[in-house]
Antibody, heavy 122, light 106 residues
């Protein structure tokens, strides 16, 4: 069964750091692009970062310079290092697999984890 | 940054056809995909590459994309289709989601 399981969420103070992990199983992890997507309570989906199979990384302006995505193919794991956290970063963070129907990132995300909750508050 | 615009809500009667639009500059030149999200659950991809259905997605879900608008169509809408729907596209090395549309089946 193809599965993604996130962990590492929790309560952190503004300005603090947190590292999220995503454990992948049931597929050849190294062959897929991977994404992080977040969703604040009652709000829509917001893309946070992506990493390609070659280790190329992508970020929106809202997190660039504060968040770092990485992967460890030998451990079938995806990570998100989040620094300088703000109240606006409070959300459920999902790990998602790039669909990979074609060669680029444009195919969207076909497998999603259950999410891990990050709360930034003093 | 690239923006995708969806109507906040759409209503449909059971058995009828629901259409949800997603607008963005020259969206037809990009691939659009769609996700369904039910309360308390993770999103599920229902359409990729404008009009293709992932394995396990019912045939009543279809999509199109031309000009500045992508459309998700649900034929013979069922009560179980009531959910939030999000469009998404990749532009200039970034993924962008639409704001989401709440589909009500009543």
């Amino acid at each position: 069964e193809v599965q993604l399981v996130e962990s590492g969420g929790g309560l952190v103070q503004p300005g603090g750091s947190l590292r999220l992990s995503c454990a992948a199983s049931g597929f050849t992890f190294s062959r897929y692009d991977m994404h992080w997507v977040r969703q604040a309570t009652g709000k829509g989906l917001e893309w946070v970062s992506a990493i390609g199979t070659a280790g190329d990384t992508y970020y929106p302006g809202s997190v660039k310079g504060r968040f770092t995505i990485s992967r460890e193919n030998a451990k079938n794991s995806l990570y998100l290092q989040m620094n300088s956290l703000r109240a606006g970063d409070t959300a459920v963070y999902y790990c998602a697999r790039g669909a990979g129907y074609s060669s680029g990132m444009e195919d969207g995300m076909d497998v999603w984890g259950q999410g891990t909750t990050v709360t930034v508050s003093s | 940054s690239y923006e995708l615009t969806q109507p906040p809500s759409v209503s449909v009667s059971p058995g009828q056809t629901a259409s949800i639009t997603c607008s963005g500059d020259k969206l037809g030149d990009k691939y659009a995909c769609w996700y369904q999200q039910k309360p308390g659950q993770s999103p599920v991809m229902v359409i990729y590459q404008d009009s293709k259905r992932p394995s396990g997605i019912p045939e009543r879900f279809s999509g199109s994309n031309s000009g500045n608008t992508a459309t998700l169509t649900i034929s013979g809408t069922q009560a179980m289709d009531e959910a939030d729907y999000y469009c998404q596209a990749w532009d200039s090395s970034s993924a962008q989601f639409g704001g989401g549309t709440k589909l009500t089946v009543l």
